[in-house]
Nanobody, 119 residues
Framework: QVQLVESGGGLVQSGGSLRLSCASSRSIFSFNAVGWYRQAPGKERELVALVNSDGSPIHADSVKGRFSIFRDKSLNMVYLQMNGLKPEDTGVYYC?????????????WGQGTQVTVSS
């Protein structure tokens, strides 16, 4: 069983920065991809950023140029550096890891960390 534990959320003013951290109980090398999703009240969960096993990152258009995802393989950590935060970035941020299981894929999720951006 994989455990993902997020930290680093909080309350910040518009224009501020936060860094989210995700600690994995398993080597992040073992995953097909690791990433961050968020869910705002009344909205569906959406992709924020992910990094594939080859290290190539993907960022949602809404956060390009402001957010950056990166990994620390030695510590089995995944980070999301968030700069230039906006009120619309408010939501619960979830760490995700996608693993190959047999011929299929399995998603693992953390418990989420709240990010609130005040205007």
């Amino acid at each position: 069983q994989v455990q993902l534990v997020e930290s680093g959320g909080g309350l910040v003013q518009s224009g501020g920065s936060l860094r989210l951290s995700c600690a994995s109980s398993r080597s992040i090398f073992s995953f097909n991809a690791v990433g961050w999703y968020r869910q705002a009240p009344g909205k569906e969960r959406e992709l924020v950023a992910l990094v594939n096993s080859d290290g190539s990152p993907i960022h949602a258009d809404s956060v390009k140029g402001r957010f950056s995802i990166f990994r620390d393989k030695s510590l089995n950590m995944v980070y999301l550096q968030m700069n230039g935060l906006k009120p619309e970035d408010t939501g619960v941020y979830y760490c995700n890891a996608e693993a190959r299981v047999g011929y299929g894929l399995t998603d693992y999720w953390g418990q989420g960390t709240q990010v609130t951006v005040s205007s």
